[in-house]
């Protein structure tokens, strides 16, 4: 199965600022993901993301707060913008292969 | 809302006892279903797939499910304290690629 990079593995930023998070896949990978995980709480889906066309976002995301990127088959960024304390959470990359599910190491982040 | 549930636990469990974990989903298109452990502060990591009627063991793992009843269970054999983590249930919905998970289940394994 693939290996998934995920950086940065957490970081503190203050309230208004951006946050990128980028994921490197070590193989070519169709179908790539962005998940939440919230205190305590289990993933949510934030957005699908394919390489050469536009994320789809899961209701309640939108793409001018999540903007995603996925310039080819094995790298994707989140970007996390104008963050709010509400924005503290795990943020986690995934792919789909025939081998099943992998995920990144996440990247926690605080909001402050 | 398409849903998976599962009982958020603690699950308290000697150690050698078999641990029984619990799922159910609504959307009767899933046709994927995933068990993950997720230890604190780390991320989810699988533990067993599985696609169709009935049990697959994988060592100490047994999955099962039942399409009709759109149930799916996870026993774990001989439970180790170090099998105490986070058991996430996750479906893959008929319509899509992405996964759809539970809130867990935490499970403990008590010496």
């Known amino acids: 199965s693939a290996v998934i990079s995920q950086k940065p593995s957490r970081d503190i930023c203050q309230r208004g600022t951006s946050l990128t998070i980028q994921c490197q896949v070590d193989?070519?990978?169709?179908?790539m993901f962005w998940y939440r995980q919230q205190p305590g709480q289990s993933l949510t889906l934030i957005a699908t993301?394919?390489?050469?066309?536009?994320?789809?976002?899961e209701s309640g995301f939108v793409i001018d707060k999540f903007p995603i990127s996925r310039p080819n088959l094995t790298f994707s960024t989140l970007t996390v913008s104008n963050m709010s304390p509400e924005d503290s959470s795990i943020y986690l990359c995934?792919?789909?292969?025939?081998?099943?599910?992998?995920f990144g190491s996440g990247t926690r982040l605080t909001v402050v | 809302q398409k849903e998976v549930e599962q009982n958020s636990g603690p699950l308290s469990v000697p150690e050698g006892a078999i641990a029984s974990l619990n799922c159910t989903y609504s959307?009767?298109?899933?046709?994927?279903f995933f068990w993950y452990r997720q230890y604190s502060g780390k991320s989810p990591e699988l533990i067993m797939s599985?696609?169709?009627?009935g049990d697959k063991e994988d060592g100490r793992f047994t999955a099962q499910l039942n399409k009709a009843s759109q149930y799916v269970s996870l026993l774990i054999r001989d439970s180790q304290p170090s099998d105490s983590a986070t058991y996430l249930c996750?479906?893959?919905?008929?319509?899509?690629?992405?996964?759809?998970f539970g809130k867990g289940t935490s499970l403990l394994v008590t010496p």
């Open positions: 995934s792919d789909w292969t025939d081998y099943g599910y992998t």
């Open positions: 996750a479906v893959r919905e008929g319509s899509g690629y992405a996964l759809n």
């Open positions: 959307d009767r298109g899933s046709q994927s």
């Open positions: 193989s070519q990978v169709t179908m």
């Open positions: 599985i696609y169709s009627n």
């Open positions: 993301a394919n390489q050469g066309s536009e994320a789809t976002y």
